[in-house]
């Protein structure tokens, strides 16, 4: 006796509207939206820089050495005019007025008178008077000579035949003394005279 096997059962087929299908279609068809990207703020543009370029070390260096001297030399003068002022404090002499210097062997000299050392004076614009040669004198010089007693006359240092430069250096030790002169003094008038016969 033979035996059926029962037949297995389908499922029932739904029925699907055409409406369903076309949702299903358009559902498969329609792009998922992507999700939001963050947002990136742009950078502010760069300022441009207007500096000068980077000084070398070597220039600065330089730079440096040559404000260091410049330094020194200031301070140098400063110091310089200072003991200048002070030496003429302590030795008496008016550096506006000419001074007469009297040398041990007799020798006088007139001019502007300063310390040159610790031994030594300096004196400038030098004068000095020698005796005339020369018995007969000019009505132009006249009278230079009686304010000079018409015995001597008033010759300028550098004059000479041997071309000496207009400055003396006195050993100290050889000087027996000096003043200042009088602007009105016979001397100086003398010489502002020779001085303006030069400049003509």
């Known amino acids: 006796m033979d035996v059926k096997q029962p037949r297995p059962t389908r499922p029932p087929v739904r029925n699907v509207s055409q409406q369903d299908l076309q949702r299903r279609v358009i559902q498969t068809t329609v792009p998922q939206p992507t999700p939001a990207r963050p947002q990136v703020t742009p950078r502010p543009p760069q300022a441009i820089s207007l500096k000068a370029p980077k000084i070398s070390r070597l220039w600065r260096g330089f730079q440096v050495v040559m404000s260091v001297l410049i330094l020194l030399a200031v301070l140098g003068i400063g110091w310089w005019l200072w003991q200048s002022e002070e030496k003429n404090a302590q030795t008496a002499i008016d550096t506006s007025k000419y001074q007469a210097a009297f040398l041990v062997n007799g020798q006088a000299y007139y001019g502007k008178l300063k310390p040159f050392t610790d031994t030594a004076m300096k004196m400038t614009d030098v004068y000095y008077l020698q005796p005339k040669k020369d018995a007969e004198t000019s009505a132009e010089n006249s009278e230079q000579a009686a304010d000079e007693q018409n015995s001597v006359e008033l010759i300028k240092l550098g004059e000479e035949i041997h071309g000496p430069e207009d ?26 005279r020779y001085k303006q016969t030069q400049v003509r």
């Open 167 to 192: 400055e003396v250096i006195i050993l100290i030790d050889q000087l027996l003394y000096y003043e200042n002169l009088k602007s009105d003094s016979k001397l100086v008038k003398s010489i502002e």
